[in-house]
């Protein structure tokens, strides 16, 4: 009944924190100063004070608003938490640090990319992005499989990670070719896979 409850507050606090996310990326959006769409502008031109200069901020902070949650718990994970977490995986102990590892990394980079936001240094915004999208695959990838290997695991959620990995390398090489919205979508698969991994093993 106890883990249930957990799972339930934990769940309620990341719709809380992703509504307070998609709130400040509207405010950035509508900030905007020219109509934005996706099929032409990826999201992170909405944190790129030069070309939204009134709206940046917002959809900025949102971001470090949605990686600073995952960075405390992650490192409370690692360390205060470290006795009961690390038996997450039935498969073996390094499932869960090699897991932990990748999911604090992408979240580090990723709060990065906000502090040093596109338009700034796109060069160096550009490495921290990619770093965030290689640690989450690597997360999303060795997660997955440490849960495939729980005796009572949620049957769709290994299958979601290792789909997410698939379908996310798609999408990388059609944002490298200009498909804006692909960086939608991408955005969309984080969330859903993190959802899915957090209440599977919270």
Not at 54 to 63: P, Q
Request: some cysteine.
């Amino acid at each position: 009944m106890e883990a249930k409850k957990n799972k339930r507050r934990n769940l309620i606090g990341f719709i809380i924190m992703l509504s307070i996310y998609v709130v400040l990326v509207t405010i950035a959006l509508i900030l905007f100063p020219e109509p934005f769409s996706p099929l032409s502008k990826t999201l992170a031109q909405l944190g790129n004070p030069t070309a939204n200069p009134s709206g940046a901020l917002a959809y900025n902070i949102g971001t470090i608003f949605t990686s600073v949650p995952i960075v405390l718990i992650v490192g409370l994970s690692l360390t205060l938490w470290r006795p009961t977490m690390s038996k997450t995986f039935q498969k073996g102990k390094a499932y869960f640090y090699l897991t932990a590892l990748f999911f604090l990394s992408a979240a580090v980079f990723n709060l990065l990319t906000a502090i040093i936001p596109i338009g700034t240094n796109n060069d160096l915004n550009s490495l921290l992005s990619l770093g965030s999208f290689i640690s989450f695959q690597l997360f999303a990838a060795i997660s997955a499989a440490g849960i495939r290997g729980n005796v009572n695991h949620t049957r769709l959620v290994p299958e979601l990670g290792f789909g997410t990995v698939l379908v996310n390398i798609l999408l990388f090489g059609l944002l490298s070719a200009g498909v804006t919205v692909a960086s939608l979508m991408m955005t969309v698969l984080f969330w859903a896979y993190v959802i899915a991994f957090l209440c599977e093993t919270s």
